[in-house]
């Protein structure tokens, strides 16, 4: 059955959308919800375009939909935040196969599943995009109230941590966009799934939550994320590049073509990692909650008073460039 | 100046944007938001694709920024709620000029002010699409715990009313696509109005949420919104044509064009009004919620146990087709 979304139409659609068990609370003009008390709200929306953020020659629609999810719970992570509900608008071609979008909607399941979140695709819409699927999502969770971790609570003096290694997602997308083949390439899966189907780090956001000064997810690139919690908080950075956490599949695919290993960590975007700051006195409460969620950790230099610097591998120390993505340029 | 995305980047974007006094917050993951006790949350998300929703042709950017927030905020309307947030996914072209996208968000000022409404767009994303502009909303609204108006709860019996004009919106747009002038046309402008710039029923939603037994807003048009409240509500519906809403200007267009205007009531889409079930005990408690919002208010039938049925206006009984707009097809 190969039927597409000009065969069945819009209401169809929705129909077979509404039977998935990751889906709730469709029928009614909006979705309803009843917030815990003393909690905050925390919103999220982002959106994945069809080759700009995704390309079908590397990708099944599983991922797609893994994707799309994890990116907006890696925000509600970077606030400490317990995900509650979803909602998907989804742009579609009149030529896309039914079985693709229950596809996404399978991968937004399989995604939510890794993370043990029995949360829910709430509410969304679908509208004609003739050219191009575009994916839209809102993430919205809970915290405490007040208890939300900020960009902006950084001070002079504070750790800077990282979980996970970085750099990973980045050198994923470089061996699919110049076609390595898995067999040639040891660690080409490991490195293009940390790319297609990040792991947003929702568990330790949540136990980080009470203990950092400040918290951001590493999406465009460490670099550039260092840049915007520093800007926020109005601090400086001095970051060692000996200390930047990289795996040994990036280490081996970055020695083998012959670019080095630190600058792939320090600018390649989504690896969805968080990045946080902490007073140097809570530096075993936050190993403590590395450790009890499974979560690797490490140390990669310190907020400051003065610019963005960071101490090359040969000891020199230059000002640190706040590359990354840019849409438009 | 003519700066278009591609000269000034993503980030001069988004700092041009989180300057307008509508946006707040921008600068962390998420948006963060205490909810008030003993309060629902109600969410909803919807999107407006380039050449699909709107056309250059016919309208200014400010009309776009408009009409995706009056779309999002009436379906807030149709379940009772009180707007809180906004949230803003936009995709845009590179070649998308500045002020575009600086206008789209004043028409959503417009939208706001015109509603009196004092909320913000708190939070939001910006991606490339090389085709076409597609401007996704995300729209947050509260209503008291268990009081949101829903489409299921329509008993056998109930009046059904409807607030407004019907098919404005519709012949609006006829008269759009078929380029007929606004000289030529005596009342062009106001309906075009309505299709360009309609006004949800956000004060009247929240007059009558206590007293209608279930309300969905008339976005895919009359029939098949009433459609969709009568298969959630598990009921029939008898509609006399007879009774229909239509403005002056929507008669005399549809007079000249040799289409009567009840069609256009009964299936163009778009006009963003409320219909709503209540019971017949409460008509004078709804008329009351309509003066005092100064809503013109109607009441158009019954809800049945039968099937969906409207008495024409030459008093034949007929079945109501569930007519109106589907993508895909």
New interface residues.
């Given amino acids: 059955m190969k039927k597409?979304?000009?065969d069945?139409?819009?209401?169809r659609?929705i129909d077979a959308i509404a039977e998935l068990d990751v889906v709730s609370g469709i029928?009614?003009?909006?979705?309803?919800?009843?917030?815990p008390?003393g909690?905050?709200?925390?919103?999220?929306?982002?959106?994945?375009?069809e080759?700009?953020?995704f390309h079908h020659e590397w990708c099944v629609y599983e991922d797609i939909g893994w994707k799309s999810a994890a990116v907006n719970l890696?925000?509600?992570a970077?606030?400490g935040?317990e995900p509650v509900?979803l909602?998907?608008?989804l742009?579609?071609p009149?030529r896309t196969l039914v079985n693709a979008v229950l596809a996404i909607y399978d991968g937004v399941a399989l995604c939510l599943d890794s993370l043990n979140l029995d949360i829910r695709i709430?509410?969304?819409?679908?509208?004609?995009?003739?050219?191009?699927m575009?994916i839209?999502v809102?993430a919205?969770?809970i915290?405490p109230?007040g208890g939300?971790a900020?960009?902006?609570g950084a001070k002079p003096g504070d750790d800077i941590w990282v979980t996970g290694t970085l750099g990973d997602s980045a050198l994923g997308l470089f061996l699919l966009m110049n076609r390595f083949k898995k067999e040639d390439w040891p660690g080409w899966l490991a490195l293009v799934d940390r790319h297609l189907t990040p792991t947003p780090r929702v568990e330790f956001g949540k136990a980080a939550r009470d203990i950092v000064s400040a918290m951001?997810?590493v999406s465009d690139g460490l670099s550039g994320d260092i840049g915007h919690l520093c800007i926020?908080s109005g601090v400086g950075a001095f970051i060692d590049e000996s200390l930047l956490p990289v795996s040994e599949e990036a280490k081996n695919v970055a020695e083998r073509i012959l670019r080095p290993v630190e600058q792939w960590a320090l600018t390649g975007g989504e690896d969805y990692e968080l990045l946080m700051t902490a007073h140097p006195d809570r530096a075993n409460d936050l190993r403590r909650a590395a450790e009890s969620t499974g979560t690797r950790l490490t140390r990669i230099g310190s907020t400051t008073t003065g610019e963005m610097q960071i101490r090359r591998l040969d000891g020199a120390i230059e000002e640190l460039e706040c590359l990354s993505y840019?849409?438009?340029?």
Same sequence: chains 1, 2.
């Fill in positions: 597409t979304l000009k069945v139409g819009e209401f659609l029928g009614d003009d909006c979705a309803v919800w009843t917030p008390p909690h905050d709200i925390v919103m999220t929306t982002d959106a994945l375009v080759r700009v953020h890696s925000d509600l970077a606030m935040a509900a909602l998907y608008g742009a579609l009149a709430t509410g969304g819409n679908v509208a004609e995009s003739p050219e191009r575009m839209s809102t919205v969770g915290v109230t939300a900020l960009r902006s951001i997810d926020e840019r849409h438009f340029s």
